[in-house]
């Protein structure tokens, strides 16, 4: 009898290890507290933080009210189809205002260093090509992609800076630009947001100037084409973006340093294209923001977490030339 009782007391206790364990699966979360460390569960992500999908979670519905976010859900103009398509994107006649292709294209995510867009045109608008920015401990205290070679202490150009902003995605630049135009890089991201809402970018928001942290730092296709056409507006700003090597001074030994730009669409030698800026992070994947002018027509194209950003712009490009005049 003893023996029974205890057979059935060690089968509850089975029974209820399982139920505990499935649960958690079901909640979507490791079982943590069944390993041998005893380890508690997992933290919930913080507020902004990309699920395993890749979409913003805790970004509310996007509203649409510039003319690039009025756009059918049917799609563009054109069918053309990916065999791994990005997680969003759109191609634009910048001129007309014609929706070409779309995918997805309301839908926020992460955008890495494709940020830096709006951080390059704050700086644009307030500050001066030789304008001396110094560089502090906390910009060479960097993480991610960098020009690398900032001597901390010293001064340099702003025009270094935005080149190594923009061309090597240096996250070092960021965080000297953003402190010498604002004081204070949370100084700086209250600043992008603002910005933003003026050129009416309604489901875009910053968390630095950079991109590197994904964590609250979103937009969609519809703000990135919209923001890629407003920065080259700027024929500063259109000219370092179209600039595939750039030498430019630096006080360091030697006096110069050589930047070298990761769009793709300039290594191919794509006809007409005039930048504008890529990123990556893992949360966010390849991101892309493409410009390319020909016979008078700007195709913008956006791409976000794709997993061949190049060959999906210019395969995009190729059939918006084609399609005929906007």
């Known amino acids: 009898m003893r023996r029974i009782v205890v057979l059935v007391l060690a089968a509850a206790v089975v029974l209820l ?17 069944a390993g041998a460390d005893g380890a508690p569960d997992a933290p919930a992500p913080p507020a902004g933080a990309a699920p395993d999908d890749g979409v913003v979670a805790d970004a509310p519905p996007t509203p649409q009210p510039h003319e690039w976010g009025r756009i059918p859900a049917a799609g563009g103009e054109l069918d053309v189809r990916f065999r791994k398509p990005p997680r969003a994107g759109l191609l634009v006649d910048a001129g007309s205002g014609r929706v070409l292709w779309r995918l997805e294209a309301e839908r926020r995510l992460p955008i890495a260093s494709v940020t830096k867009m709006m951080t390059a045109l704050l700086v644009a608008e307030r500050t001066k090509p030789r304008e001396p920015v110094p ?30 902003l ?8 960021a965080i000297a630009l953003a402190q010498h135009v604002s ?25 630095s100037p950079s991109g590197i942290v994904d964590s609250g730092n979103w937009s969609c296709a519809p703000d990135l084409a919209l923001l890629g056409r407003e920065l080259l507006r700027h ?46 992070t893992e949360a966010a994947g390849r991101c892309f923001v493409a410009s390319v002018r020909r016979d008078g027509r700007r195709l913008i194209v956006v791409l976000l977490n794709s997993p061949d ?13 084609a399609s005929g005049a906007g």
Request: net charge positive; hydrophobic share 40%; proline share 6%.
């Open 235 to 280: 024929r500063r700003l259109a000219r370092v973006v179209r600039t595939p090597l750039a030498v430019m001074p630096l006080p360091i030994r030697g006096g110069r340093v050589w930047l070298a730009n990761h769009n793709p669409l300039l290594r191919m030698r794509y006809a007409g294209v005039e930048g504008i800026k890529t990123g990556y």
């Open 309 to 321: 950003p190049g060959r999906q712009a210019r395969r995009l490009l190729d059939a918006g030339f």
């Open 135 to 164: 560089i502090t401990p906390q910009a060479v205290a960097y993480t991610g992609s960098g020009v690398g070679m900032l001597p901390v202490g010293r001064r340099v150009q702003t025009e270094t800076l935005l080149y190594g």
């Open 183 to 207: 004081g204070s890089v949370a100084r700086f991201v209250r600043l992008m947001n603002a910005r933003a809402r003026e050129l009416g970018l309604t489901c875009t928001r910053f968390a």
């Open 166 to 173: 923009m061309l090597p995605s240096g996250n070092d630049a």
């Open 17 to 33: 290890t399982a139920g505990l364990i499935s649960q958690r699966l079901d909640d979507g979360r490791p079982d943590t507290a």
